[in-house]
């Protein structure tokens, strides 16, 4: 029993001893695994994998903002296939969506609506590879596209990729300026 126990010790102390030194060596990095930043299209851009040889691999899914202004999505089409190339800016897939637009108001501040409709593009945010396409989500979009916790794409591409796109301070900087913009050219547009 004795022998047992201590052979239990040793191999505990040597996984604590891996696991110190795998830690070490991922502390060089210095910047968190699972990186989040947004597009100026609305997108949510999370770091998923970092491998050894630099490649990362990003989950691309819809901002809060994205959906604010489309709606719900009713379709989703592929544009590019999984292990096609990507040059950014290039289309990944394209949405169907129907929603609701604010047309007008009157003096007491009665908004008036209209059913609206319409495609939306979600772009590559910077040259990649397409891993993976949430089949899900274009088999039912309806049913399976809850929010921006919903991955919609996953592609690979060179380490510190996302880097240039907007940290969670900078869009939501983004996103109150566009609103005030809009809440503005809506006020203008008053009798």
């Known amino acids: 029993m004795r022998r047992a126990t201590l052979d239990a010790l040793e191999r505990a102390f040597s996984r604590v001893a891996d696991a110190s030194i795998a830690s070490r060596a991922s502390s060089s990095r210095a ?26 691999t990003y989950e691309i899914g819809m901002a809060e903002r994205a959906f604010d202004i489309i709606g719900d999505v009713r379709a989703i089409e592929t544009r590019r296939a999984v292990g096609e190339r990507a040059r950014a800016g290039e289309t990944l897939l394209e949405i169907t969506w129907r929603g609701f637009r604010r047309t007008a108001s009157d003096e007491l501040y009665h908004a008036r609506w209209a059913n609206a409709e319409g495609k939306r593009e979600i772009p590559a945010p910077f040259d990649c590879v397409v891993r993976e396409i949430n089949a899900g989500a274009v088999q039912d979009p309806y049913g399976n596209v809850r929010g921006p916790e919903t991955t919609l794409i996953v592609v690979e591409a060179r380490e510190g990729a996302g880097a240039r796109l907007m940290d969670d301070e900078a869009y939501e900087t983004f996103v109150e300026a566009e609103e005030i913009a809009e809440a503005d050219a809506a006020n203008q547009s008053y009798p």
Do not use: K, S
């Open 31 to 56: 910047r968190p695994f699972g990186t989040v930043r947004f597009t100026r299209t609305h997108e949510i851009i999370r770091e998923r994998n970092v491998a050894l040889d630099g490649a990362t």
